[in-house]
């Protein structure tokens, strides 16, 4: 019970999502069950009006505490209609229409429905936190486990290598956002490359995936390859748990395939783009870290072109806005457009005064875990806010001004000589809103 309570089953159960046909059918049925049921228990009073505790009243209560009021209300409705049919038939033919208790169901079904409807948007709003902030701690693990690795060969290959895995990214990242229009996997003989030389790739192809289903065609060729064998059991292993396959792993001793690793191209949100079949590479290639390192390479140029379609306009436009900053202003972006994440721009504008340049270099060193700072010029900033909505900019502008009390005598930003601008994200183009920003701080 308490595992299924753990998992969401139980509560996916108790509330699901709100399907207006389904839910208007289901409450038709059960009111129906109940009143029948009280026609074989209670013959003269089916719907326990002359009963001390109306229990036909627990139906659209139950209904409204499941689907939210107004499915409530349909529930009510269902119960009224109920009446009038059996008092057709002669049930309650000698009765008057019970107008205090129907209106006393409805007001209880109606607070019962606010509390659903409140609670259920809370949630929602919750767990889209907490995706997004599980989508970046999995982004910021990649890069520490890609920096961890990336030290260790540099000190291996120092002699020989004049350039890191960092280098080479960053290089695959730009060759990446150069390509992005036309190719599905931008950069990726580039990718092949990098891999030969850092995971000792020998024989490997790299095919593109949509909607979980991989091209017979490879976007990229490292060697000669065979063509792609779709009943491969390291693809269908991968392709399905979204996880590199190799052929040492456990449960794989009876594999004959052609390939001896299956990785798929999957981004921090999850969402896979390729497939890459390793058929040659040399035997103590095939250790943990080794490919541990090429899922990490694989996870980042996922990131980079993933975003870089989607990103190659706001990076156009200004080209001095971080890499990071617009890859992450397009995912807030399109989380906004479902109504999941908040998030705010603010932008200060300093003058000429000593005291205001030093109070936009602290605000620069104090952002929060997840904030990003745009310095676009040395008297201008602007500070990327997730999941920071009315009430939370409100409290970050008044831990600001307390601040500046205590450690400048000021009252208020204006005064210092900085002025304050900000946005909150809407369901509008990303470049859109900053542009209105910017316009209105004159920059």
Known sequence: MLERV???????????????????????????????????????????????????????????MRYGGLVGVWAMLCLIGSWFLLNTFGVYGQQPFPEGAMLGGLIFTLVAGEFSDLWRVRMMRADSAASYSLERLQNLTQRFVLLRLSHDRLEENLLTKPYTVRDAL??????????????????????????????????????????????????????????????????????????LAHVQQ???????????????????AGKVIGMLAVERMPFLSVNYENL???????????????????????????????????????????????????????????DDSEQAGLILDALARGLRSLDLAWWISDRTLLIMMPMTGVSGLEGFVLRTEQWLQDEFAFISLRQAGVQFFYRHMDTRPTNIQLVELLEAGGV
């Open 250 to 268: 456990e449960g794989e001793e009876n594999y004959h395939g052609a390939y001896i690793v299956a990785a798929p191209v999957s981004n921090s």
């Open 6 to 64: 753990a998992n969401g089953k139980l509560t996916q159960w108790l509330s699901p999502s709100v399907r207006v046909g389904w839910s208007m059918l289901e409450t038709v049925l059960l009111t129906a069950a109940t009143v029948g049921i009280g026609l074989w228990l209670r013959p003269d009073d089916p719907m326990t009006l002359t009963a001390e505790f109306h229990w036909i009243m627990l139906v659209p209560l139950v209904i409204a």
């Open 292 to 350: 541990q390192l090429l899922s990490v390479l694989l996870n980042f140029y996922a990131d980079v072109v993933y975003a870089g379609k989607d990103t190659r306009a706001l990076l156009e436009q200004w080209p001095e806005l971080p890499f990071q900053m617009a890859r992450e202003l397009v995912a807030l972006g399109r989380l906004r457009e479902e109504g999941k994440v908040e998030t705010s721009l603010t932008l200060f504008v300093a």
């Open 170 to 243: 960053f290089r695959l990242r730009t060759l990446a956002l150069e390509e992005s229009n036309d190719a599905t996997l931008p950069g990726g003989d580039d990718l092949l490359g990098i891999l030969a030389e850092y995971c000792q790739l020998q024989r490997a192809a790299l095919y593109p995936c949509h909607d979980g289903v991989i091209s017979d065609t490879p976007a990229a060729l490292l060697g000669e390859n065979k063509p792609l064998e779709k009943n491969n059991e390291l693809l269908a292993h991968a392709l399905e748990n979204q996880l």
